[in-house]
């Protein structure tokens, strides 16, 4: 005939059984990097599309300021040149990293003085990019210029990246703004003398 266990005896057993579980330390790594992987790939490809909206807000400044020289000593305006001209030599100044069809808008305003100079935001109600109070007006000699510069730029990761859209439809507007008065270009200026 079996014994009947005492009451008490179980307590050690599962004790001990409790104790190996607690030790062992198979597959802890899996575990901690299962809590920790979500955060870790927000960070991660956050700051990739932060890093990557910089180095194109960078591109877009640096050839609104190239294409804005013309304008500035007054070769744009002598040649006749138009709006499509000028947005071609933006887009020459971007290194081919943006497409420049219908995602850049230009706003070339003249103003009388630098305090003057008002440009509110072209992002309407809904999100989307207002152009109808855009203009291209370069000046004439010592007129004050301002030029904005607006690409629309697709967020590369849309669900991690919501924060970052300024614009509806996971989309960012990117924005260069120069400001100059031009130079006092006239006809001696155009013959090189």
């Not at 020289?69 to 020459?92: P, S």
């Amino acid at each position: 005939m079996r014994e009947l266990p005492i009451p008490g005896m179980f307590a050690p057993r599962l004790l001990k059984r409790f104790e190996a579980f607690a030790a062992d330390k198979r597959g802890i790594a899996a575990v901690e990097f299962a809590l920790i992987a979500i955060p870790f790939f927000f960070l991660i490809f956050g700051l990739l599309e932060v890093c990557v909206i910089f180095i194109m807000a960078s591109v877009l400044e640096h050839g609104a300021s190239e294409a804005s020289r013309a304008i500035r000593t007054g070769q744009f305006q002598q040649g006749g040149f138009g709006e499509l001209a000028f947005k071609n030599a933006v887009c020459a100044e971007l290194f081919d990293l943006m497409s420049c069809g219908d995602k850049l808008s230009l706003d070339v305003k003249t103003f009388s003085s630098f305090a003057g100079t008002n440009n509110p935001s072209p992002i309407d109600g809904d999100g989307n990019l207002d152009d109808s109070g855009f203009a291209f007006s370069p000046g004439g000699q010592n007129d004050i210029v301002v030029i904005r510069v607006f690409y629309e730029w697709d967020l590369m990761i849309p669900l991690m990246s919501k924060p970052l859209a300024n614009m509806s439809g996971d989309r960012r507007l990117l924005q260069a703004t120069i400001a100059f008065r031009n130079e006092p270009f006239g006809n001696s200026a155009a013959s090189g003398t």
